[in-house]
C-alpha cells in the first residue's frame, strides 16, 4: 500500500474520483502545508494558516499504478492556475503534491513533466514535503457520495468526474 497526499481544489473534487478508482483502498480528505496545529475548516478557509484542502489517497499498487493515481491528479483539476481552482481561490485551493520520501518527490516531479504536455500554460503544481495531516471535520468525508443533488456537486464535481472518466475510465467505477 502507498499513500499520496494531493492537492487540487477544493478536496470534495479529488475525494469523489479517488473513492470511484479501482485499487484506491481509502481516500481521506484533510488539511496539511500550514503553520497552525489542528486547524479546523473556517481557519483554513480563512487563508491564514497556510495549509491547503488536499486528500489522502491510499492505493494498493498491485491493483493500480501510481502514475494512474497521479495521472487522475493532473486530469481532476486544472493545474496551471495559481492557488486557484474555478470560483475557489486562495492558498488554501492551490495544486500541490506533498511528498512522503525521495521516491515519491521523484514520481511527482516526474508526474508533473508528463502532464504538461496536455496543458497549453505552465502547471504551476508545487512539490512540497509532506508536513503534518490533519484530517478534515466528518462532513467533508465522502461529500460527494452523500450529497449527490448538491449545487456544488452538480456544477462542479460531475465535470470533473466526466473528465476523468474520460481519460481514464477503465479505472473509475460508475
Not at 73 to 83: D, I, R, V
Not at 129 to 155: M, N, R, S, W
Request: hydrophobic share 40%; aromatic share 14%; with cysteine.
Amino acid at each position: 500500500m502507498k499513500t499520496f497526499v494531493l492537492g487540487g481544489g477544493c478536496f470534495w473534487c479529488l475525494d469523489a474520483v479517488y473513492r470511484k478508482t479501482r485499487g484506491v483502498t481509502e481516500v481521506v480528505s484533510g488539511y496539511t502545508g500550514g503553520h497552525v496545529a489542528g486547524p479546523g475548516y473556517e481557519a483554513v478557509c480563512s487563508g491564514t494558516t497556510g495549509h491547503a484542502e488536499v486528500v489522502a489517497v491510499t492505493f494498493d499498487e498491485s491493483l493500480v499504478p501510481e502514475e494512474v493515481i497521479l495521472g487522475l491528479f493532473f486530469a481532476s483539476h486544472n493545474p496551471t492556475t495559481l492557488n486557484r481552482q474555478g470560483y475557489d481561490v486562495g492558498t488554501q485551493y492551490r495544486s500541490s503534491l506533498f511528498y512522503a520520501n525521495d521516491e515519491q518527490k521523484q514520481a511527482f516531479e516526474a508526474a508533473s513533466a508528463r502532464a504538461q504536455d496536455a496543458w497549453p500554460d505552465r502547471i504551476v503544481t508545487e512539490v512540497v514535503p509532506l508536513a503534518e495531516f490533519y484530517p478534515a471535520e466528518e462532513y467533508h468525508q465522502d461529500y460527494y457520495a452523500k450529497h449527490p443533488a448538491a449545487g456544488y456537486c452538480q456544477v462542479i464535481i460531475n465535470p470533473k468526474l466526466a473528465k476523468a472518466r474520460k481519460y481514464y475510465a477503465e479505472w473509475l467505477a460508475a
